[in-house]
């Protein structure tokens, strides 16, 4: 079945930065567009980034535009978040999706997920 298997999450000093990655398992990956959402400690999911499936596209949440950065590699089946200048207010649960063509914010055009991986950031 399909699997999206994140890594790279990890506790990190506010300023510093964190690459994470988005493995796609029995998917047609090129097919799909990618996201990225978190989920902060007591809030709801939230879409943080997404791509389209050729990769000539991409979306930012205005609280990350100028510091995070969407990319993927389809021959690799991997989507990647960089995330520079972080900050404590983007310590949460950051999950990568895989949804419908076209650019998508929205949570329910996301098909499948992944379990997620923690960034914790610290003032």
């Known amino acids: 079945q399909v699997q999206l298997v994140e890594s790279g999450g990890r506790l990190v000093q506010a300023g510093g930065s964190l690459r994470l990655s988005c493995a796609a398992h029995?998917?047609?990956?090129?097919?799909?567009?990618m996201g990225w959402f978190r989920q902060p400690p007591g809030k709801e999911r939230e879409f943080v980034a997404a791509?389209?499936?050729?990769?000539?596209?991409?979306a930012y949440a205005d609280s990350v535009k100028g510091r995070f950065t969407i990319s993927r590699g389809n021959a690799q089946n991997t989507v990647y978040l960089q995330m520079n200048s972080l900050e404590p207010d983007d310590t949460a649960v950051y999950y990568c999706?895989?949804?419908?063509?076209?650019?998508?914010?929205?949570?329910?055009?996301?098909?499948?997920w992944g379990q997620g991986t923690q960034v914790t950031v610290s003032s």
């Open positions: 999706a895989a949804g419908v063509k076209g650019l998508r914010v929205a949570i329910n055009d996301y098909i499948f």
């Open positions: 791509i389209t499936s050729s990769g000539r596209t991409t």
């Open positions: 029995s998917l047609t990956f090129n097919t799909y567009t």
